[in-house]
């Protein structure tokens, strides 16, 4: 079964952050990705820009309406996603638990109902 695991956490700058921990928290994601990937479960991944560089796009009556910046005002952001091929939710969730963010953030374990590939739409409906 496909899962996305969505990583919120707060949300810092590369400056808050300091030089030393980015240096620590990509190397505890390359070898997060790796042991995803080393097991025959990772899909894709995806590492987000900041929300500051998010631009929000809504129609009302009829028209686009563009909003710099992301729809919610939160202090955490969703920074990244790791999709991945599991058994069950229990392996999604030990996978999860073994993401390097979980220890100042959450990992949203979401089933996918559908995705597409090879040129078609795979999977069930979302709808129940």
Known sequence: MRYTLLLQYPEMSAEDLGAEALAEGM?????????????GALRSADVLHPSTATTTVRVREGQPVV??????????????????????????????????????????????????????????????
């Open 27 to 39: 190397r505890a994601f390359d070898l997060y990705a790796k042991a995803l990937d080393d097991a």
């Open 67 to 128: 909003q710099d910046g992301p729809f919610a005002d939160t202090k955490e952001q969703l920074g990244g996603s790791f999709v991945i091929e599991v058994d069950d939710l229990d392996a999604a969730i030990a996978w999860a638990a073994q993401a390097p963010s979980v220890a100042w953030g959450a990992v949203e374990v979401r089933p996918v109902a559908t995705h597409f590939a090879d040129g078609a739409w795979q999977g069930a409906s979302p709808v129940q």
